[in-house]
């Protein structure tokens, strides 16, 4: 006889998954044989750099790390990361106190909400927003209060315009630039208006700093822990996911605050016992060797901007071009919901975008594209929206 299976509260409150019912869409569309278009997704399509895979083999025929790897990670690994702060950002970092191995940011982004969050708590997370900060918050039993991220205010959220209860019950905040999905980037000034807000009403800061390695035009994005008081109020995720085309290898650090990055690493200790050692070989020597495949990377995707961007020119689709990250958040055209135009250019010309939407209430009105196909693709897939004569 079978029992009754039930779930948890706990998986109850998790959000849905917005983008499966997308996927499976694109899925059966490329099935009936169309030629799909994919710009949807947030997968990095380049390799990881050859040193990196070269160390990995060569590291999988150490017995050292066969065994169970020491459980907060290698103190190289460590070392690696804040080494490479200190000469990309200026940013010291105590290796052994303020460095916490991550099984790539995304786990980092749920764990905080439960290390820092108690039910009643709220946590204050950018509308639109990456889903998974919503994730943790649910997990956490806590709530959550959007900052709208609004293009008049460069996507940058209004501390001013946010319900003061809502402040006062705060005790944790996401921010997450160069940003996913607008593309926006912060500058200093910003990031000093934050750490005043955040002392002042005792909200600590998770800076997701995913995109960190990608800004455009010249600029390097700036890091929160460049901020002086930043590490008294925060931690910053950052991940080898897009700096090295290693999403699949599943590396991430949270930097930063000793305080929260020992409670990181103490729920860790009882959720996992850190990555394979020769991953964390590979992760170290991706951080320390030669960094001309970053900003060669950088240089593909600004290219691929360009050309998208002139494709959009070339049919009227006017958007603001990204600053960062590999995101092109574009307006839809009047008389159309996110959600009817992605569908419309999936079913009419098999093109798929993310509908803006998905990311929060104020992402209606926009789509995002991801800058992870070659410049022909990007070209040929804004020449068949444009066939559709939506734009003039
Ligand atoms: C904004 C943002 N944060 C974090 C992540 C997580 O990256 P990973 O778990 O691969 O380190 C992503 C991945 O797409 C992202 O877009």
Redesign the pocket.
């Known amino acids: 006889m079978s029992i009754s299976i039930q779930p948890a509260e706990r998986l109850k409150t998790l959000p849905e998954q917005f983008f499966a019912a997308l996927v499976a869409k694109a899925n059966a569309r490329a099935a009936t044989g169309a030629d799909v278009i994919n710009l949807g997704q947030?997968n990095p399509d380049l390799p990881t750099p050859q040193r990196i895979v070269e160390k990995l083999k060569e590291a999988s025929d150490n017995p050292l790390y066969h065994k169970y790897p020491p459980f907060r990670g290698f103190p190289f690994l460590k070392e690696a990361v804040a080494r490479r702060y200190k000469e990309d950002y200026g940013v010291e970092l105590d290796p052994a106190t303020e460095v916490a191995i991550l099984f790539?940011?995304?786990?980092g982004?749920i764990e905080i909400s439960q290390c820092l969050l108690n039910p009643g708590d709220v946590c204050l997370v950018p509308d639109p927003g990456?889903p998974?900060y919503w994730s943790g918050v649910a997990l956490a039993g806590a709530e959550m209060a959007f900052m709208p991220l609004l293009e008049q205010n460069g996507f940058l959220p209004d501390y001013e315009a946010l319900d003061a209860g809502a402040i006062a019950r705060a005790k944790l905040m996401f921010l997450?630039y160069p940003n996913?999905p607008t593309a926006a980037t912060a500058d200093r000034s910003f990031y000093e208006e934050t750490v005043r807000f955040a002392r002042r009403h005792g909200i600590v800061v998770a800076s997701?700093f995913?995109?960190g390695a990608i800004g455009f035009d010249g600029k390097r994005p700036v890091s929160f822990l460049e901020t002086p008081g930043a590490k008294e109020v925060g931690v910053e995720?950052y991940?080898l996911?897009k700096t090295y085309n290693m999403?699949g290898w599943?590396v991430?650090f949270a930097l930063g605050n000793a305080r929260i990055v020992e409670m990181i690493n103490l729920i860790q200790d009882h959720y996992y016992c850190s990555l394979f050692g020769g991953i964390q070989e590979a992760a170290a020597e991706a951080l320390a060797g030669p960094q001309d495949t970053v900003s060669e990377l950088v240089r593909i995707y600004e290219r691929r901007r360009d050309a998208l961007f002139e494709a959009l020119d070339a049919i009227g689709w006017k958007a603001r071009k990204p600053a960062g990250s590999f995101f092109c958040w574009l307006p839809v055209p009047e008389g159309y919901s996110s959600m009817a135009f992605a569908d419309l250019l999936l079913e009419k010309a098999d093109v798929v975008v993310a509908p803006g939407n998905g990311f929060g209430e104020h992402g209606e009105g926009y789509v995002r594209l991801g800058l992870l196909a070659p410049e022909d693709r990007l070209r040929e897939a804004v020449r068949r929206v444009g066939e559709l004569q939506l734009f003039r």
């Open positions: 947030g790539g940011g995304k786990t982004l990456y998974d997450n996913n997701d995913a995109y995720f991940t996911s999403a599943r991430g």
